[in-house]
């Protein structure tokens, strides 16, 4: 087995300290609510595409439009998704976030900047510059690799205030 390099060693860990935080989180938050893992991802899913069709669901999931269709279905009966016909073609269905739908994905975001905001104080201001400049420069490169779908998922990743905001150096 070849020797894994510090940076990988480094990015590994913070991966899984990172991941299984995020995964508790999200489990907890979907039994929380009565949900599929699933169904939680659907609704991010729809909160960067803000509406889509039940095939791009399925697309997203990896499951058939039909399975996507019944879970959408059970969605809609919880009150997450409100489900449309698409004005330009009747047989196609908008698939949206509800007001309540709207409310879970916030609760959720909200946690994890929570979190986010506990690991900061654990850090001296130069040490958050630092985590900042590397974070960036990390984002910067996957952007601009050129490997399929890579740069798409950064930017896809992060909301249009976050993508095009220059984080200042926290002082607190």
């Not at 990896?62 to 009747?90: C, F, K, W, Y």
């Not at 905001?117 to 130069?126: C, I, N, Q, T, Y």
């Not at 910067?140 to 905001?165: E, F, M, Y």
Request: net charge negative.
């Amino acid at each position: 087995m070849p020797e894994i390099s510090p940076f990988s060693h480094a990015f590994q860990m913070w991966s899984h300290v990172f991941m299984h935080h995020v995964m508790t989180d999200l489990s907890r938050s979907a039994r929380q609510w009565g949900i599929s893992m699933p169904q939680l991802s659907t609704l991010f899913y729809l909160r960067w595409q803000e509406h889509c069709g039940v095939s791009d669901i399925g697309e997203s999931l990896g499951v058939t439009s039909a399975a996507a269709s019944q879970m959408i279905d059970r969605m809609v009966a919880l009150g997450l998704l409100e489900r449309s016909e698409d004005p330009l073609d009747r047989r196609a269905k908008h698939i949206v976030l509800t007001n309540k739908g709207i409310e879970l994905v916030n609760q959720v975001v909200q946690a994890r900047q929570q979190w986010f905001e506990e690991v900061r104080l654990l850090l001296d201001p130069p040490q958050q510059a630092h985590i900042v400049a590397a974070l960036g420069m990390l984002v910067d490169a996957i952007q601009s690799a050129d490997k399929p779908g890579w740069s798409a998922l950064a930017s896809k990743c992060a909301s249009p205030s976050v993508r095009n905001t220059k984080l200042k150096e926290t002082t607190d």
